[in-house]
């Protein structure tokens, strides 16, 4: 029973098959209705009808992906969760776009360019010569990632990096239109802790939250441990080791194969309101909603930001994250991000908390099934 309680922390986020969404996909648990309620402001009906058409337009954003080529420069979900904007740089092809069920947006950069300028910053040194003049402004690149609806690369840094950053998107070859730096006040962190609580402990110390039940283990973050940590619950029962974890780098992301006699199961932890059903790993788009469940804070939602972000952690910096607007604290990570019913990833860090909000990232489940080959259990 431990361990199938521990084990029960997983997510789920947009339905397995493009297309018409299948009634488990729209069936809602009353814990998500909740969360969506408390963070989008939605009731039953409305977060109902928000994931059925986030489910569609997963499926309309690839297609027009695929037929604009060269000129698609990124998509994503109004406020609202209604209208698909799909921007090109090619004003011929906007009857496409709108045959499709998408409002075309005329954009001046391709998405390509800015992830190419994306990817020449994650190959190269991106830290600033320290000063020791007295009372300067603290300095650092925070993150970085393409915001499609502004059609930029935008880069956040400390007060005193805000000149470093403009300097280095021209180093990639942006003009100033193409980019824009944002101010923060403080570095990312990741979600760690050494406190004990109701999740699972990495080598009898420190403490994350269980991410998805694979068929022969589960997932979670790669800061959480690396190989050969071991696993256990609070209580000290063995739930396996560390077989993989990457960290930092190209992802934050972990596998631990369990022991002999442990219960997988298709569920996400709904704190309070049952468990959460996981029927597969269909990725969401930017503007979609998303929710997070962790052993800290539980259950929280908010909407996608960003795919693809760069995020400087402490111990270094890791690409490919995607970047919320959920809120998370110290132990949720490795936890469930989902909607509805689809798996999109674990947490990874982020800044602020579940009391005065935040910004958080979480490494796609995708990657993760891939780079260790592993399958998930489905419900």
Request: hydrophobic share 40%; charged share 10%; aromatic share 6%.
């Amino acid at each position: 029973m431990e361990l199938t309680r521990f084990l029960a922390f997983l997510a789920a986020v947009l339905p397995v098959a493009y297309g018409a969404p299948s009634p488990v996909a729209n069936s809602l648990h009353p814990e998500i209705l909740a969360a969506m309620k408390r963070d989008l402001g939605l009731d039953a009906m409305q977060a109902t009808a928000r994931v059925a058409r986030e489910i569609s337009a997963s499926e309309i954003i690839e297609q027009l992906k695929t037929s604009t080529g060269a000129s698609f420069a990124g998509a994503w979900l109004a406020e609202d969760g209604t209208t698909i904007n799909v921007g090109i740089t090619d004003e011929a092809l906007a009857a496409e776009v709108t045959a499709a069920g998408a409002t075309p947006a005329i954009m001046a950069t391709s998405l390509s360019k800015l992830q190419d300028a994306k990817a020449a910053l994650d190959n190269q040194d991106i830290s600033q010569a320290k000063t020791l003049a007295a009372g300067s402004a603290a300095t650092g690149i925070a993150a970085y990632y393409v915001d499609v609806a502004s059609n930029k690369l935008i880069l956040e840094a400390l007060p005193g990096s805000v000149a470093h950053a403009e300097a280095l998107a021209a180093q990639v070859g942006l003009s100033a239109s193409e980019f824009e730096v944002q101010t923060v006040e403080s570095m990312p962190t990741t979600f760690a802790t050494v406190r004990g609580g109701d999740a699972y402990l990495i080598n009898r110390a420190a403490r994350c939250s269980i991410g998805f039940s694979v068929t022969t283990g589960f997932v979670s973050a790669g800061h959480c441990g690396t190989v050969g940590s071991s696993a256990t619950t609070s209580a000290g029962a063995s739930l396996g080791t560390f077989s993989g974890s990457v960290f930092p780098g190209s992802a934050d992301m972990s596998y631990i194969r369990t022991v002999t006699g442990t219960t997988l199961t298709a569920q996400i932890n709904g704190y309070g309101s049952g468990n959460l059903p996981v029927s597969g790993s269909t990725a969401s788009a930017v503007g979609a909603s998303i929710c997070r469940s962790g052993s800290t804070s539980g259950v929280h939602c908010g909407t996608v930001r960003a795919l693809g972000a760069t995020v400087t952690y402490a111990e270094g910096r890791v690409t490919g994250l995607t970047q919320t607007t959920v809120c998370a604290e110290p132990g949720d990570s490795g936890g469930s991000y989902y909607t509805g019913a689809q798996a999109q990833g674990v947490t990874s860090g982020g800044s602020g908390d579940c009391t005065v909000g935040g910004i958080t990232y979480f490494q796609p489940v995708n990657e993760i099934l891939s780079t260790y080959g592993l399958t998930l259990v489905r419900s």
